[in-house]
């Protein structure tokens, strides 16, 4: 049985790093109330002129130096963000040009802060039906241009930043022994678009735009749906709560984090958490996460993972892997 493996993986960070306190200088708010609420203490944003892109190629790169590889030994790049450098073309295909790659394919995926989880399952089934040997999926965000520095309840909670992994054909024996991606659950309900939107875009006001999110109900959607789709991806993947080594959810609000832990009965000790350093970096959260724990030590090959996120559509969604 084709699985797709885990070979590299890398991330950037903007150089600048925006402590809780910045904002007390224009906003009604506090170092208290963020991280009470959130668990955010600090992100970061990109410098004036680097684009989604720069941030991209840089994680890039970092993978495939983990993996020993060049840009041409990737036959596909699909880059999941919701801030890309233009309208078109893909933020893709000039990371593709950036890396110096000159063969393959490279597309954009726009699922907001589930984009990287929509990113493994698409990699997967590319590999899976022998169009690519190997996928680079990269989550990459510049939110800091979409914010409105005026909505306290919005502007406190995003960073910018990149991650990237690259997956490997290989052959397994169909069980939940197999190293790489052994299931995927990709869920969204349009119905809920308006609770977490940007108020422009090309065919409708012409304009960026900026976020709006109805918190509340937002988090409420997330505890739940998340829970929902890592039991069924578990399910799916014939594995229990009990032998997952590593959780690594999107990292939008500690509470979330914490709550859908508690719901699945799983101990934070195996939950990777980043939310502190990085706030919600949307796409980039999840390989944010993935490479930041791959350095503390967090992640080593063979752990049974479980990632998982939520965000615009409403949009979620869940995978295991066999790091
Ligand atoms: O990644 C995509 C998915 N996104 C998410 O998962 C985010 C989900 N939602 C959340 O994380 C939380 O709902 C928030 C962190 C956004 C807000 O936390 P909350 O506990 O739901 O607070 P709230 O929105 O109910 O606001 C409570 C109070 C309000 O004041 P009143 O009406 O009680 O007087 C807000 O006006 O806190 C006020 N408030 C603030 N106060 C100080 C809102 N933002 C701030 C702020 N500083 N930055």
């Known amino acids: 049985m084709i699985r797709s493996v885990v070979r590299g993986v890398g991330h950037y960070l903007p150089e600048r790093v925006v402590p809780n306190a910045w904002f007390t200088s224009f906003l009604d708010t506090s170092d208290e109330w963020i991280v009470s609420r959130?668990?955010?203490?600090?992100?970061?944003?990109?410098?004036?002129?680097?684009?989604?892109?720069?941030?991209?190629?840089?994680?890039?790169?970092?993978?495939?130096?983990?993996?020993?590889?060049?840009?041409?030994?990737?036959?596909?790049?699909?880059?999941a963000t919701s801030t890309p450098d233009l309208t078109f073309p893909a933020t893709a295909t000039i990371v593709q040009a950036g890396l110096g790659m000159t063969r393959g394919f490279a597309f954009d995926v726009q699922a907001v802060c589930a984009g990287f989880i929509y990113g493994l399952a698409n990699a997967d089934a590319l590999i899976v039906s022998g169009q690519a040997r190997r996928v680079l999926v990269i989550g990459a965000e510049t939110f800091s241009r979409i914010m409105n520095w005026e909505d306290r309840g919005t502007c406190v909670l995003f960073g910018d930043g990149a991650g990237a992994l690259i997956l490997e054909r290989d052959e397994g024996t169909?069980?939940?022994?197999?190293?790489?991606?052994?299931?995927?659950?990709?869920?969204?309900?349009?119905?809920?678009?308006?609770?977490?939107?940007?108020?422009?875009?090309?065919?409708?006001?012409?304009?960026?735009?900026?976020?709006?999110?109805?918190?509340?109900?937002?988090?409420?959607?997330?505890?739940?749906?998340?829970?929902?789709?890592?039991?069924?991806?578990?399910?799916?993947?014939?594995?229990?709560?009990?032998?997952?080594?590593?959780?690594?959810?999107?990292?939008?609000?500690?509470?979330?984090?914490?709550?859908?832990?508690?719901?699945?009965?799983?101990?934070?000790?195996?939950?990777?958490?980043t939310v502190a350093d990085h706030g919600n970096t949307s796409a980039a959260s999840i390989p944010l996460a993935m490479s930041v724990a791959h350095q503390r030590g967090e992640l080593a090959p063979g752990d049974l993972v479980v990632t998982e996120a939520i965000g615009g559509g409403l949009a979620w969604g869940a995978v295991v892997l066999r790091w």
């Not at 410098?47 to 993978?63: K, M, P, Y």
């Not at 308006?194 to 422009?200: A, D, P, R, T, Y």
């Not at 009990?242 to 101990?267: E, F, M, S, W, Y």
């Open 38 to 79: 959130s668990g955010i203490e600090r992100r970061h944003f990109a410098a004036e002129g680097q684009t989604t892109s720069d941030l991209a190629i840089r994680a890039a790169t970092a993978a495939l130096t983990d993996a020993g590889l060049q840009a041409d030994d990737i036959d596909a790049i699909i880059v």
């Open 174 to 273: 169909g069980t939940a022994a197999d190293r790489g991606i052994l299931a995927t659950e990709l869920q969204s309900d349009g119905r809920h678009r308006e609770i977490l939107q940007v108020s422009g875009g090309v065919s409708s006001s012409g304009t960026t735009g900026h976020l709006m999110m109805a918190g509340k109900e937002v988090f409420r959607h997330a505890v739940e749906k998340l829970a929902q789709a890592t039991v069924d991806v578990m399910a799916k993947a014939g594995v229990t709560t009990d032998q997952i080594d590593r959780v690594v959810p999107h990292q939008a609000n500690i509470r979330i984090i914490t709550r859908t832990a508690q719901k699945l009965g799983v101990p934070m000790d195996r939950v990777v958490v």
